[in-house]
């Protein structure tokens, strides 16, 4: 939107399991048992007025706030905890909300709820414009709450909306946080190791409009590096009084709240960030024996994989590719804790339910570098392999069989759940992909 900087940050991983905890890590910066209890349940529970919401911050700087969710019933803050008593910002809309006759899921009248969402940001921008008071808005939509096919529907009118604002002049001096506070929760999808990457990690986008980028260079390249180092929203909260406390550093931080502005360690680990071990992503690589089974099966896809190439292409003067010798091999391990998590066993999402170990999915990544035969020709590439007997999982194609007779589902190309449908291959210095054909002929299987 407009100019300025615009980072997608990859890295950055959910702290809770469902909304409540994750807003609070924005809006708190800090996790809710650190808090004064608010528990419905409990009879010493009181509000979330007396919570350190950033909010608080702002007003005492100027801006004018609005907070609206568009889910009253299921108030992020209001639901298993008491909520507020008071209105917390100067327009509060989950009275609009519950006060709405037409309570379906989705749609209010002739519009979804997200684009009524997108009327209180229309109303909120005008109605202050000619003042210049500085504007915080925290707008919250569950349209793809249970699932993401109704996305789609919204592309175009978000959009829309976006292009609107920069037309009028809005996105000039305005940050925007364009995030998912998690991935899907539930579904077949969760069952597989891509469904537990995307459900802690979510789409998570901040703009900096061009009055800060440019006055703070070095701050926006520290930025845009912390697009693939490990962040939080903890992370987001303390970049939020950052912004606020410009040209100085924020203040009263905690150790594990870093600001985005600032560089954060590539060596940063999950429980510097204040991740609990089921939701941190991070992987290690193990070396694995050249001649494991399951190395040779993988090895053995990617010179079909490569065969196929030759063959699609119609060199028909080259040399399929023989065997391999395999030079080295790794195993990404993604933690147990990860693999084995399946739920929160109480409805606060403090205790954590894990499965007994070896009955999760097993979804296993390879990084080989093998020499070629014919030519010697040295290459890179990756293979994966899930083992299970959830007819989900099974690939259209004919699966490879171990000697049990079990599944072992989708070596590369068979691999239904992978993006990528077959084998990545890489460049190896100056080797790569080169295969000795005839006389002076050469082929190049293309990356």
């Known amino acids: 939107a407009g100019s300025g900087v615009t980072v997608e940050l990859k890295g950055l991983t959910i702290v809770a399991d469902g909304t409540t905890g994750n807003l609070g890590g924005l809006l708190l910066g800090m996790d809710e048992v650190d808090l004064p209890e608010s528990r419905r349940k409990l009879p010493d529970a009181i509000s ?22 568009d889910q009253p019933r299921f108030q992020a803050f209001g639901y298993r905890l008491l909520g507020f008593e008071k209105p917390p910002t ?19 009248q002739d519009k979804w709820h997200y684009e009524r969402q997108f009327d209180i940001v229309r109303d909120m921008f005008r109605e202050y414009k000619e003042s210049g008071v500085p504007l915080f808005g925290f707008i919250f939509s569950k349209m793809a709450h249970d699932g993401i096919t109704r996305l789609a529907y919204s592309e175009d009118t978000t959009l829309a909306f976006l292009q609107e604002l920069k037309d009028e002049g809005y996105l000039d001096n305005t940050i925007i946080y364009f995030f998912g506070d998690h991935g899907m929760r539930y579904g077949p999808l969760r069952n597989t190791v891509q469904g537990k990457m995307e459900e802690r990690l979510p789409m998570s986008h901040l703009h900096i409009p061009a009055p800060i980028a440019t006055k703070y260079p070095k701050l926006m390249q520290n930025l845009k590096l912390n697009e693939d180092r490990l962040s939080t929203p903890y992370d987001v909260h303390a970049t939020l009084k950052h912004l606020l406390s410009l040209p100085q550093e924020p203040t009263g931080l905690k150790k594990y709240q870093q600001s985005l502005l600032n560089l954060i360690p590539h060596s940063r680990m999950c429980p510097e960030a204040n991740i609990d071990s089921q939701w941190c992503t991070c992987s290690r690589w ?14 053995g896809s990617i010179l079909d994989y490569l065969n196929t190439l030759l063959e699609k292409d119609g060199n028909e003067q080259c040399e399929r590719i023989t065997s391999a010798r395999v030079i080295s091999v790794e195993e990404e391990k993604i933690s147990d804790a990860v693999l084995q998590f399946q739920y929160s066993k109480d409805a606060d999402g403090r205790d954590a339910g894990f499965a007994p170990p070896g009955s999760a999915v097993e979804r296993r990544h390879y990084q080989v570098r093998l020499s070629i035969s014919p030519g010697g020709g040295i290459l890179e590439g990756e293979f994966f392999s899930v083992w299970s007997e959830d007819p989900y999982l099974k690939a259209a194609e004919e699966l490879r069989k ?16 992978v993006v990528d449908s077959a084998p990545r291959i890489y460049k190896s210095g100056t080797q790569f992909s080169r295969i000795d054909a005839y006389g002076d002929h050469q082929c190049v299987i293309p990356p």
Not at 50 to 63: R, V
Not at 90 to 108: E, F, G, I, N, V
Not at 402 to 417: E, I
């Open 48 to 69: 979330v007025d007396g919570w350190p919401w950033i909010w608080k911050e702002l007003h005492e700087q100027g801006y004018v706030s609005v907070y609206a969710e």
């Open 90 to 108: 100067h327009h509060y809309m989950t009275p609009y909300w519950l006060s709405t006759k037409d309570r379906q899921w989705a749609c209010l």
């Open 286 to 299: 193990e070396k694995r024996g050249t001649t494991d089974p399951e190395v040779v099966l993988g090895v």
């Open 402 to 417: 171990t000697p049990d007779g079990k599944n072992h589902n989708q070596y590369a190309v068979a691999d239904s759940l």
